[in-house]
């Protein structure tokens, strides 16, 4: 019979060191695997809409007050809307906007006339339109829409009216709470399309009665 020769051991101490490095390893690791999925998110989230930080929030000026804008959903009156445009949302974002409560697959049309710069489906706003007017001033941004207005495309001129898709809950809006959520920038001093001052919706289509 050949006797099986066995290395030497190493104590038992000093296994249970070296099981305990590998395990803060693997759970190092992992702690680092989710930090860097939290930071893509909120990089995602970022990209999906339009800055919500801004510095300077602008009261809308006399000249967008005098075109009469459309108002975004169909069928909905303004004074039923509450302004949330200061609300908070999360730690460090201002809401910015005003969200329009409708039935999912109310119309959304176009305040003004113009052109839609762009068309996307991603991040917070899910499917959303960029729209500037025809002076290229004004931005007007529509989130969480159901689906696009049939061959809406990017670079398409649109009228005041124009149905541009329809309210739903795609991004982060909640499943059972369907709304358009809308916002109005200003885009002036060769600032980027997005990300200039905020104008208050709510303001244009509520105002105080002298």
Known sequence: ?????????PPRGKARSLQ????????M????????????LVLRDRAGRPAETATAILQPPAELLARDLAFPVRGIEPASIADSFTDARGATRVHNAMDIIAARGT??????SG???????????GITVYQLDEAGRYGF?????????????EGQAVRRGDVLGYVGTTGNAPASAPHLHFAIYEVAGGQARWGGRPINPYAIWNRPVD
Do not use: C
Request: a positive charge; glycine letters at 12%.
């Open 107 to 112: 119309a959304v049309v176009a305040v003004d």
């Open 1 to 9: 019979m050949i006797a099986r020769v066995q290395g030497p051991r």
């Open 29 to 40: 690791g992992a702690a680092l695997f989710v930090a860097a999925v939290v930071v893509q």
């Open 141 to 153: 941004y529509y989130a969480h829409l159901d689906r696009l207005a049939a061959g809406l495309a």
């Open 20 to 27: 305990r490095t590998a395990l803060l390893g693997m759970l």
């Open 115 to 125: 052109t839609v710069s762009r068309v996307g489906n991603s991040g917070a706003g």
